[in-house]
């Protein structure tokens, strides 16, 4: 995928836990992910926001910003993309 958005508080599984999945069967995904949020969170989410360093939209959010967050993301793993070449 080329961005996943991806809530931090969802039925069977956190964002956290899926995040770690994903990375883990395939790493450069982690680039992909922007978290989103409609609750306050603890110190351990707070500590794993800032150890992913992925982008995190708090709802609510506008379709504005949701895009911005998009477009960052995908720029940033196309120039990466583009300098491994």
């Known amino acids: 995928?080329?961005?996943?958005?991806?809530?931090?508080?969802?039925?069977?599984?956190?964002?956290?836990?899926?995040?770690?999945?994903?990375?883990?069967?395939?790493?450069?995904?982690?680039?992909?992910?922007?978290?989103?949020?409609?609750?306050?969170?603890?110190?351990?989410?707070?500590r794993f926001l800032a150890a992913a360093g992925r982008p995190v939209l708090e709802k609510p959010f506008t379709a504005e910003g949701a895009l911005d967050a998009i477009l960052r993301v995908l720029n940033r793993r196309l120039r990466a993309r583009d300098v491994s070449r």
């Open 1 to 46: 995928f080329d961005v996943i958005l991806c809530d931090l508080r969802m039925p069977g599984m956190s964002g956290e836990a899926l995040y770690r999945a994903v990375v883990e069967r395939d790493p450069p995904s982690r680039e992909a992910f922007i978290f989103m949020t409609g609750v306050g969170f603890g110190a351990g989410v707070e």
